[in-house]
């Protein structure tokens, strides 16, 4: 990357900056290659964040299945990751992992999980667990709150054959043929997933990022304190593919120890570890052992810590001198918070990042965790929160007396509560998964790159003024 007629004089934030179109020989935006090249396995630069509100196994699976990587929040007790890794590493490629409920539960419990829009459905299963129908999620809008799902069950819905999900184009022609958005998949008469049609399109653009034994991969993060390698050797036993040691002050001697301990189990695993914001810090952490490092201070959306106490760093020059010195370690970067629209992942790419981490961008989907609620004004949304706020403080902690629990919520940071709204025509993280990746694909043939590191070589970046960011800006009205 470098400046296009310009050096700046100040740190830069991504609205400070855009890409200026070179000569290209790329001929279409499915002419690119977005697969990082980090080691961590994935077919797209796009990991979501270690939060609670944002990453739980249903999320990290998806994730996946279309070739990024979820990161299971350190906040979770070891026993839970354990099950939540497991779970993900169960769960098929091909098609999605169904949504259950009893035939007694009603509409309001299926809208809890699902939004009234075609494309998802609930399956139903009896008390002995024996498949008793699919509800589509269209069929919700309709009905009253009260319905019982049996109710509005069809038992003529078609299902499909687990055998002819192997083609994913065949999936999609069989779906358009029978004229139906949404199925069940069968094998041997018991349900095993969900497709839709939009899904089986999905599966024949994407490449999911899956192990050596063809299971979808996922990361999990840990702390730095405690017996941090007996934790670490825990997830790498339940199946980790990828390990996170994440805390707010990366460049802290603690950090350092908890790399160094973890690199000596010499699991075989990519090691990530963060969050800085300067070279020294990188350089730091890759002599330990870390492979990729995580990057950012105070850019993320739940996070108050700049406010609070001044520290961090403007997230596009952070990233710039980041992978830098990443680069020359052998290590690789992820651009961690900060991005609000598809432009900024390319901007955090160009800057050299390998990855870019999403947190509350991801956190008003379908398959973060949560349920889904309904404001005064008939709007979803999901609860969404940071994890140094009261509330994360007090759920990675509730295991301690009141008094200590109390001296450490004392001191919590960030917001505890956002309600993060459910887009309608995004209502899945797959569905934002594709603005993303559209937008990137579009920046690389603008660069005339063909991959990542292409275009981290070609891309072209100028400085802008605010009025040049605003003018960017589709107009929310009609002239």
Known sequence: MRFYDSTPTSDLTYSDVFLVPSRSEVASRLDVSLAPDDGTGATIPLVSANMNSVTGARLAATMARRGGLGVLPQDMHLQDLDAAIRWVKDQPTLFDTQRELRPDSTVA????????????????RNAEGDYAGCVEASALQSALPGARLSDLASSAMPSIDVDDVSDPRAAFDLMVAAGIEFAPVMRHGEVVGTLSRKGALRSTLYAPNVDGDGRLRVAAALGINGDVATKARALHDAGVDTLVLDTAHGDQAAMLRAVSAVAGLNLGKPLVAGNVVTASAVADLAAAGATIIKVGVGP???????????????????????????????????????????????????????????????????????????????????????????KAVQDRFDRLDPYELARKTLFAEGISSSRILLDPQRPSVED????????????????????????????????????????????????
């Open 300 to 390: 993320g959306a739940m996070c108050t810590t700049r406010m609070m106490t001044a520290v961090g760093r403007p997230q596009f020059s952070a990233v710039l001198e980041t992978a830098a010195a990443a680069q020359e370690a052998g290590a690789a970067v992820w651009a961690d918070g900060g991005v609000r629209y598809p432009r900024d992942v390319a901007l955090a790419l160009a800057a050299g990042a390998a990855s870019v981490m999403i947190g509350s961008w991801f956190a008003g989907t379908i398959e973060a965790p949560g349920t889904l609620e309904t404001d005064p004004e008939g709007r979803l949304y999901k609860d969404s929160w940071g994890m140094a706020s009261t």
């Open 109 to 124: 419990d299926a809208l809890k999980l699902v939004p009234a829009l075609p494309g998802q459905g609930i399956v139903l």
């Open 432 to 479: 934002l998964i594709d603005m993303i990746t559209s937008g990137v694909r579009s920046s690389l043939t603008y660069a005339g790159a063909r991959n990542l590191a292409e275009f981290r070589d070609r891309a072209l970046v100028g400085i802008q003024s605010a009025a040049g960011y605003e003018e960017g800006k589709a107009l929310p009205v009609g002239w």
